[in-house]
């Protein structure tokens, strides 16, 4: 595969990604997910090991604020990286986290009532760890796809953030 195979692999990834989160917020709208997060978080219950909790907590624990923080501040502060890179990624999670705290206050999805690995206030949906860690796979993803010329490694830098956003989804299910 050429670069442009590859960057088009991405672009098609980032629609479908954009258009399941449109999905998700027009059935929260219509009242879909009132019962739909107990029903999950109980067959998560069901999986529960000593192994998989400790790999969840991991998972969960990468999606807050203090990890993508100190990461913005340090792109913002290195001069080479600041214009390129921390602007772009800075912006992207704040954007990210306005829109969350919006769409939370809209939607007014409460938390599932199970026992959750970390105690959280709010509503649940949706997820700001979730969409946080989305917001900033897609956003290095594309200064990759842009900065970086070897193909191969931007595939598997794809590959890798779209697992890290669907460990990110089940760790805060679990």
């Known amino acids: 595969m050429n670069k442009r195979a590859y960057t088009n692999f991405f672009i098609i ?3 479908l990604f954009g258009t399941l989160s449109v999905l998700l917020c027009v059935l929260a709208c219509a009242g879909a997910f009132e019962n ?3 029903l999950i978080c109980s067959k ?6 000593p192994a998989l909790t400790v790999f969840a907590k991991i998972i969960s624990f990468l999606g807050r604020w203090y ?3 100190p990461l913005s501040i340090l ?12 602007i772009p990624v800075a912006a992207t999670l704040l954007l990210s986290t306005l829109l969350n705290s919006a769409l939370k206050i809209i939607f007014k999805i409460p938390r599932p009532d199970v026992m959750p690995l970390s105690a959280e206030i709010g509503y649940g949906f949706p997820s700001g760890h979730v969409m946080a860690a989305a917001a900033l796979s ?3 993803l594309y200064l990759l796809f842009r900065y970086n010329k ?10 890798l953030f779209m697992f890290f956003i669907v460990f990110m ?6």
């Open 67 to 69: 990890i993508y923080m």
């Open 44 to 49: 998560f219950i069901a999986l529960e090991s």
């Open 138 to 140: 897609i956003i290095l």
């Open 75 to 86: 792109l913002l502060a290195i001069p080479k990286t600041r214009v390129k890179i921390g």
């Open 169 to 174: 989804a089940l760790s805060r299910l679990y």
């Open 13 to 15: 990834w980032t629609s």
């Open 150 to 159: 070897n193909a191969a490694a931007n595939f598997c830098y794809l590959i």
């Open 36 to 38: 739909i997060n107990q």
